[in-house]
């Protein structure tokens, strides 16, 4: 079947915008994850819902940062006020039984 | 927070060469999983582990989860060129738990 999606591929944002970010997890997958990834690094957790609650927001840099998954599929994260640090890629992951399947990522750039 | 040691960094292999690669705690997982990740696209499972001393074979790829539960090894037999790639370990604490990633190992094959 279909596997993770996440949109746009590629963001560029000017310092000070707003920007959101879409998953679509895998169809049936309850748990969801966001995680960033800084160039040479590996992911770095955000945070994680169960259906459309948002369980743990441990991993969220600073409160410019919010995810939602109002109706426990679909997910946003988005940056409010974008810095320069936020500059990565931001990888979504669906899981049902513990596996968890990434999607593409988004690219974001904050120039 | 939680340490996770990956060895080697990089690697450059003749096409045909096994590969071992492995992954260190300090802390005890309950699941251990290893992911392959090429350029621009987002991490890929290539085996999950999750009891101590469990050995699972996936083609060519074999893994282990230590029996001390605080490591793994990933061992890729008869290399080939698409094999190259960053390779990560991803253990964590239970199910719908977030993963703690290691720094990755880079395969290069030279064909």
């Known amino acids: 079947g279909a596997g993770v999606s996440q949109s746009p591929r590629y963001k560029v944002a000017k310092r000070g915008q707003d920007v959101a970010l879409r998953c679509d997890p895998i169809?049936?997958?309850?748990?969801l994850f966001w995680y960033q990834q800084a160039l040479g690094q590996g992911p770095e957790f955000l945070t994680y819902?169960?259906?459309?609650?948002?369980?743990?927001k441990s991993g969220l840099p600073s409160d410019r940062f919010f995810a939602e998954r109002p109706e426990g599929s679909v997910s946003t994260l988005k940056i409010q006020r974008t810095q320069q640090e936020d500059s990565a890629v931001y990888l979504c992951?669906?899981?049902?039984?513990?596996?968890?399947?990434f999607g593409p990522g988004t690219r974001l750039t904050v120039t | 927070g939680q340490q996770l040691n990956q060895n080697p960094q990089s690697m450059f292999i003749q096409e045909g060469e096994d590969v071992s690669m492995n992954c260190t705690s300090s802390?005890?997982?309950?699941?251990w999983l290893w992911y392959k990740q090429d350029p621009g696209e987002g991490p890929v499972l290539l085996i999950a582990?999750?009891?101590a001393g469990e050995l699972t074979s996936n083609g060519r790829l074999t893994a282990q989860f230590g029996i001390t539960r605080k490591d793994s090894f990933l061992n890729i037999s008869a290399s080939i060129p698409s094999d190259v790639g960053i390779y990560f370990c991803?253990?964590?604490?239970?199910?719908?738990?977030?993963?703690?990633w290691g720094l990755g190992t880079s395969l290069a094959v030279n064909p």
């Open positions: 582990l999750y009891k």
């Open positions: 802390s005890i997982f309950n699941t």
């Open positions: 992951a669906s899981s049902r039984d513990g596996e968890q399947y």
């Open positions: 991803a253990p964590n604490a239970g199910n719908n738990r977030k993963l703690i």
């Open positions: 169809s049936g997958h309850v748990s």
């Open positions: 819902f169960q259906n459309e609650a948002q369980l743990d």
